[in-house]
């Protein structure tokens, strides 16, 4: 078995999982939704998220696990806990609908320790680019199920949009650097993820 980063307050993590044995994890279009409910439900109480998207059969998030202090100690668990549990609803709810049984994610789910800016704002390409990667759309902003879209909105996030925006100093060179990010494979190579 792999050894996995310890989670730890207050640190940056890319986190991702997939479906096992590559299997969808969304189907129809409310199966996203429903993934983003028992997300807000299950980790926004324990972490800031600044990039998300879902894939059909796998999932990135960049987020900041909060310090102890920020989070309410009646509910304080393991970190590992909280993703568990998130997990474990959606299959719950997922099995059910589809009739079927047994595991619906990958274990362990992978993260990575994110250590310096440079790395930071890689990731964050990565996640908003997947969909362009995986040949689902030409550019972030033409799908629907990522975070590329609320950085640029005025509506109400959680998503800490604001500071990713100043990661990339303004929102023209957000824009930018999304449309000149790096190719698939050489961007999996430098971030570790082959």
């Known amino acids: 078995m792999q050894a996995l980063d310890i989670l730890e307050s207050g640190s940056y993590y890319h986190i991702y999982n997939r479906g096992i044995n590559s299997c969808d994890l969304f189907i129809e279009e409310d199966n996203y939704a429903y993934f983003l409910n028992l997300y807000e439900k299950y980790i926004d109480p324990i972490a800031d998220t600044y990039a998300w998207v879902l894939m059909p059969n796998h999932f990135h998030v960049l987020l900041r696990l909060k310090d102890v202090e920020e989070i309410d100690s009646t509910e304080l668990k393991a970190t590992h ?19 079927r049984h047994g595991a619906l994610f990958e274990r362990p789910f992978k993260r990575k320790l994110i250590e310096n800016d440079t790395y930071l704002n890689r990731v964050l390409l990565y996640i908003h680019n997947n969909p362009v990667h995986h040949d689902f759309c030409s550019h972030a902003i033409e799908y629907g199920w990522s975070s590329y879209l609320s950085c640029l909105s005025n509506r109400p996030t959680k998503l800490k949009r604001k500071e990713v925006i100043e990661w990339f100093n303004d929102e023209a060179n957000f824009k930018y650097m999304h449309q000149h990010a790096m190719a698939s494979k050489q961007m999996e190579e430098w971030l570790g993820l082959e």
């Open 81 to 99: 806990q909280y993703f568990s549990n998130l997990f474990n609803a959606y299959t719950k709810a997922f099995n059910k609908r589809n009739n």
